[in-house]
């Protein structure tokens, strides 16, 4: 037997373990609560880096992670209503605030690349960690891409949610990444440099912006409908 299949045995044996292995709702949420915490914590440390340094970029940063916290603490929430008769409603409001809160999450995006190409916070590493870094961000994409294909046809709000806060932190990776490299293996003068990052960087900024736009709209929709439903 393998050890996923092991792992999959064993937590069968118990209640909460056979309500994660046999609904797919509960794994999800499960990994975006488990998300959540890491949004949190690191959101935290950036805080007190903040106050510690008196820092913009970090408090800049702090404010990001703390905004996709709270996005998915929504979701989480939420999703412990399970699927009763106002978990719609409730489903359609998370929605909402998290189109929302892309929308405040791409004027800090916008605040840090600003202060990034200003005071020039890019980071650069050794080859190997960087090689690492890279290989972790394509992990990422893959992951990504792979559940977005897999519940391509799911559009409960939750998940809907869930998958665009996947494709925020996968854009942003890839901009970090860019930055990282150009500093570690670029050769490129400064100027050139600051034009790809500025280029990148407000396509990221677009992207949010453009999912933001359409959660707001989808949960307007998906609203309407219930509301017909219940006529």
């Known amino acids: 037997m393998k050890p996923r299949q092991m792992g999959i045995a064993l937590l069968s044996k118990t209640r909460i373990g056979r309500a994660i292995t046999e609904n797919q709702r509960n794994r999800i949420l499960l990994s975006a609560g488990i998300s959540l915490s890491l949004n949190f914590l690191y959101a935290v440390y950036q805080g007190i880096l903040g106050v510690m340094q008196v820092s913009l970029w970090f408090f800049s940063m702090c404010a990001f992670y703390m905004i996709l916290a709270v996005m998915r603490f929504c979701v989480v929430v939420c999703g412990r209503k399970g699927v009763r008769r106002d978990a719609a409603i409730?489903?359609?409001?998370?929605?909402?605030l998290s189109g929302i809160l892309?929308?405040?999450?791409?004027?800090?995006?916008?605040?840090?690349?600003?202060?990034?190409?200003?005071q020039n916070t890019a980071i650069a590493y050794d080859k190997i960690t960087m090689?690492?870094?890279a290989a972790y961000t394509f992990y990422k994409i893959t992951g990504t891409a792979i559940r977005a294909f897999r519940q391509h046809?799911?559009?409960?709000?939750?998940?809907?949610?869930?998958?665009?806060?996947?494709?925020?932190e996968v854009a942003v990776s890839v901009l970090t990444l860019q930055?990282?490299?150009?500093?570690?293996?670029?050769?490129v003068e400064k100027e050139q440099m600051d034009k790809m990052n500025a280029l990148t960087g407000g396509a990221v900024c677009l992207f949010v912006l453009l999912l933001?736009?359409?959660?707001?709209?989808?949960?307007?929709?998906e609203n309407a409908l219930w509301q017909n439903q219940n006529l």
Do not use: H, Q, W
């Open 90 to 96: 409730s489903e359609c409001f998370v929605m909402r």
């Open 102 to 118: 892309l929308l405040l999450l791409n004027v800090v995006l916008a605040c840090i690349l600003f202060i990034s190409l200003s």
């Open 131 to 133: 090689i690492t870094i």
């Open 153 to 168: 046809g799911d559009s409960t709000p939750l998940f809907v949610v869930i998958r665009n806060i996947s494709y925020v």
């Open 179 to 187: 930055r990282s490299m150009l500093v570690t293996f670029g050769s």
């Open 212 to 221: 933001g736009i359409l959660l707001i709209l989808k949960a307007r929709k």
